[in-house]
């Protein structure tokens, strides 16, 4: 494991007196924080230990302008010292952002609870405050997370990528990218509006003639970093149904992996009692899900990305689950819709959108695009 090998960890080598006599922290030693690429990549490894295992790790970070303005980088020295004379040798203290933010990854903390935590940040936080001045100490802002337990409770957005970095800097990589895919969202999504104007018209008489209730069915989703939007469909079920139906399977669906045995339904049930006979129509043939364009168009969800989950859904995601509403912005359509559907697993599901984050470009949306008409002609898969 990467936290485990000695030779990533930060050089130490003592310092005398006289090499820096004004050093405030006793015991001085001049330790060099590994480099910002090695501390995010050994990051990544141990969140996906921690997925794998259930065992919590804390990530702890400490910033400021000063360092920044640090001549000779004795704050940072004094800083770096003090952490690292209170933390174990299996920890790895580097630049979380390279001489703006450091570090500080504690593994295997096991399953600490509320006291634990508490403890781990009392002991950081008093030794960062005796290393340098009072007044040093208040312009420096130390944050502690602990993964993966605050995943789940983080809604938003820059505060869930903290524990992400590596999303983040790939996201600004290619920023370029997104902004042509915004581009497209909006072209696509007005031409799609417009086109289907007539379809809309008709699907909206023949819902509010076939069944009581509104004509669209609004729901809170789940998008990019935990954020919620209301998430628009045209209404294929009965009004003033019992959600707690598909509550329940969803919960043994994503604990089992996702077969259960009736047609591997992701989200949907096979022979739902609560969906009306236009209600099936619509969705074998995906109609139901033509007012998501305007979600496309407020930039709620995209084009092409990761189906967006109910909340209560994402409630019970696994931590590995939780990535595929991290990576990209929810989508209309995407590897599920053109190469499973309601056929494939749950795990299955999950697995597509990761990939697709691994390997976008704009040209994988434009075929993905193109091939999705013709799976909501055949309804392979479709419940």
């Known amino acids: 494991m990467a936290t485990t090998k000695p030779a990533r960890l930060p050089r130490i080598k003592k310092v005398s ?21 090695i501390f995010v990549q050994m990051l990544r490894l141990e969140r996906r230990r921690s997925e794998r295992s259930g065992k919590q790790f804390m990530l702890v970070l400490i910033s400021g302008d000063d360092f920044q303005t ?35 990854l504690m593994t295997e903390i096991g399953q600490a609870d509320a006291a634990t935590v508490d403890t781990i940040i009392q002991k950081i936080s008093v030794a960062v405050q005796r290393a340098v001045n009072s007044v040093a100490y208040h312009r420096l802002t130390l944050v502690f997370r602990v993964f993966p337990q605050e995943i789940a409770k983080l809604s938003n957005g820059d ?21 042509l895919k915004r581009g497209m969202d909006i072209f696509g999504s007005l031409f799609a509006l417009i086109v289907f104007f007539p379809a809309f018209l008709v699907i909206a008489l023949l819902v509010k003639l076939t069944s009581k209730g509104p004509v669209l069915f609004a729901q809170k989703r789940v998008g990019q970093f935990g954020r919620e939007f209301t998430f628009f469909k045209f209404r294929t079920m009965h009004a003033d149904n019992d959600p707690q139906i598909h509550r329940e399977y969803v919960t043994k669906l994503i604990a089992g992996g996702g077969d259960l ?31 998501q364009f305007v979600n496309v168009l407020m930039n709620d969800m995209s084009l ?52 697709y984050a691994n390997i976008w470009s704009l040209w994988l949306d434009v075929k993905i695009v193109m091939q999705t008409p013709a799976a909501m002609l055949s309804g392979r898969g479709a419940c």
């Open 261 to 291: 045995g009736q047609g591997n339904g992701v989200y949907k049930l096979v022979n739902d009692p609560r969906v009306t006979p236009l209600g099936r129509f619509l969705r074998k043939s995906s109609l139901d899900e033509l007012p």
């Open 17 to 37: 007196a006289e090499d820096d006599s004004s050093a405030s922290y006793e015991g001085r030693l001049q330790i060099a924080p590994i480099q910002e690429a």
């Open 304 to 355: 092409v990305g990761p189906r967006p989950p109910l909340p209560y859904e994402y409630e019970r995601y696994q931590t590995w689950h939780k990535r595929r509403v991290l990576e990209l912005k929810p989508g209309l359509t995407g590897l599920w819709q053109i190469e499973g559907r309601s056929r494939t697993t749950f795990d299955e599901m999950v697995r597509m959108d990761i990939r």
């Open 159 to 179: 505060e869930l990528v903290t524990l992400y970095p590596d999303i983040s800097s790939k996201r600004g990589s290619k920023r370029r990218g997104r902004l």
């Open 70 to 104: 640090d001549l000779g980088g004795l704050l940072i020295q004094n800083v770096v010292a003090a952490i690292s004379s209170n933390t174990r040798e299996t920890d790895v203290l580097g630049w979380y952002e390279q001489d703006v933010t450091l570090g500080l």
